[in-house]
């Protein structure tokens, strides 16, 4: 099973949008509504930050959204803040009874 | 409070074996999916096993098919990793994840350990 595919880096200014794709396949992500981003921090643990593709864990704030779209998904996060500023990573169930983690894509607040 | 927390890491040499293992607390265990996450130094993260809430159905990369075996002991509220043939490219720190949902791949992975470092390096 192949990562998904993100791109490396993304940047915004504070307060502005950004949207962080996850490009995968009929397989993963455009099979199955299982997708999940997660927030790491450096020498941090990863932070569920959406889940089932749309869907926020209690206590993260609501400028972070998901969305799906045929075999990407996206994670949006308006009005940027430079806490915000940290390595994003989507993961989708797969056909094969796996999940599948995208390769990550570091957020730069300028 | 949910907690997780990983140990058993270490350095070991090439072909080795190691077991790891995750105390959890703050949560009814038995009745969650849980994971083994890995993340190789510098790298992004990989999903290695899944184990269903009663420990019945087990699910796995296929880079640790064979080497490495998922198990839980819903009585201790602990999770464990047996990996054995350990190789080189297994270098990592291991996170255990709770799932959000009896089932991994519902409800994304809500709570993480903080990880315990695995080297393998002769």
């Known amino acids: 099973q192949s990562a998904l595919t993100q791109p490396a880096s993304v940047s915004g200014s504070p307060g502005q949008s950004i949207t962080i794709s996850c490009t995968g396949t009929?397989?993963?992500?455009?099979?199955?509504?299982?997708v999940s981003w997660y927030q790491q921090h450096p020498d941090k643990a990863p932070k569920l930050m959406i889940y089932?593709?749309?869907n926020r864990p209690s206590g993260v704030s609501n400028r972070f959204s998901g969305s799906k779209s045929a075999n990407t998904a996206s994670l949006t996060i308006s009005g940027l803040q430079a806490e915000d500023e940290a390595d994003y990573y989507c993961?989708?169930?797969?056909?094969?009874?796996?999940?599948?983690f995208g390769g990550g894509t570091k957020l730069t607040v300028l | 409070e949910v907690q997780l927390v990983e140990s058993g890491g270490g350095l070991v040499q090439p072909g080795g074996s190691l077991r790891l293992s995750c105390a959890a607390s703050?949560?009814?265990?038995?009745?969650?999916?849980m994971s083994w996450v890995r993340q190789a130094p510098g790298k992004g993260l990989e999903w290695v096993f899944a184990?269903?809430?009663?420990?019945?159905?087990?699910y796995y990369a296929d880079s640790v098919k064979g080497r490495f075996t998922i198990s839980r002991d819903n009585s201790k509220n602990t999770l464990y990793l047996q990996m054995n043939s350990l190789r080189a490219e297994d270098t990592a720190m291991y996170h255990c994840?709770?799932?959000?949902?009896?089932?991994?791949?519902?409800?994304?992975?809500?709570?993480w350990g903080q990880g315990t470092p695995v080297t393998v390096s002769s």
């Open positions: 994840a709770k799932g959000g949902s009896g089932w991994y791949g519902e409800g994304g992975l809500d709570y």
């Open positions: 009929s397989s993963d992500i455009g099979g199955y509504n299982y």
């Open positions: 184990v269903s809430g009663s420990g019945g159905h087990t």
């Open positions: 703050g949560f009814t265990f038995s009745s969650y999916a």
């Open positions: 089932d593709v749309s």
């Open positions: 993961t989708s169930y797969t056909s094969s009874s796996t999940l599948v």
